[in-house]
């Protein structure tokens, strides 16, 4: 079946410092991926998203890669804000779906 | 911008009640969705439907049903509110298979 596994969190660093939150994926076909943010209290919302192998979904300093080989799409930013705070989640589409299936989430906390 | 509405933030029903939660959007996206969100579990698809009077089971449906009598509206109703429906509940809409937009959550809390 269609899944998503995501790296556990919480996830806590320091301002200025490197980020990796890791995903990994299980589907059937090519499928689209995306990464969510949830700032407290919100819903959520796009953060990127890659829709074939080896594209690199990119915004607000955060990056990830679509690789089919390692059935992977891990989220990274060079320097995390402490307006990063947030929850993340990683998704998928599969082919023949509708509805994204989510990975777990994984919670950011960056202090100053 | 693309908006999907929520009908509440907060709400907070007692043990029994039936709950309506309602979500509009301004977009005309065929799909629309109802998940819920709790710490540990992820988001959890309940119900989706696909167009006007159409719905589709998700992964949780048991102890909720819904309605989409028009495009723009979804509703989730909780038929006799237990206290393990306290949760977030997430509404979201989507067209093909474009990202899907969310409103902002309802936190349900059953007393």
């Known amino acids: 079946g269609n899944s998503v596994t995501q790296m556990e969190g919480p996830v806590t660093l320091s301002e200025e410092a490197f980020l990796t939150i890791n995903c990994t994926y299980t589907?059937?076909?090519?499928?689209?991926l995306f990464w969510y943010v949830q700032y407290p209290g919100e819903g959520l919302q796009l953060l990127l998203k890659?829709?074939?192998?080896?594209d690199k979904g990119s915004n607000k300093g955060f990056e990830a890669t679509y690789r089919k080989e390692t059935t992977s799409f891990h989220l990274e930013k060079g320097s995390v804000q402490v307006s990063d705070s947030a929850v993340y989640f990683c998704?998928?589409?599969?082919?023949?779906?509708?509805?994204?299936?989510f990975g777990k989430g994984t919670t950011l906390s960056v202090s100053s | 911008d693309v908006k999907v509405t929520q009908s509440s933030r907060y709400l907070v029903k007692r043990t029994g009640e039936k709950v309506f939660l309602e979500c509009v959007q301004d977009?005309?996206?065929?799909?629309m969705f109802w998940y819920r969100q709790d710490p540990g579990l992820g988001l959890r698809l309940i119900y989706f439907?696909?167009?006007?009077?159409?719905?589709e089971k998700g992964d949780i449906p048991e102890g909720y049903s819904v309605s989409r009598e028009k495009k723009e509206r979804f509703s989730l109703i909780l038929e006799s509110a237990s206290t393990n429906q306290t949760s977030m509940y997430l509404c979201?809409?989507?067209?093909?298979?474009?990202?899907?937009?969310f409103g902002q959550g309802t936190r349900l809390t059953v007393v």
């Open positions: 890659a829709t074939k192998a080896d």
């Open positions: 998704a998928l589409n599969p082919p023949a779906g509708t509805a994204l299936i």
């Open positions: 979201a809409i989507r067209q093909g298979v474009t990202e899907a937009f």
């Open positions: 977009m005309d996206h065929e799909n």
């Open positions: 589907a059937t076909g090519y499928p689209s």
């Open positions: 439907s696909y167009d006007v009077k159409m719905k």
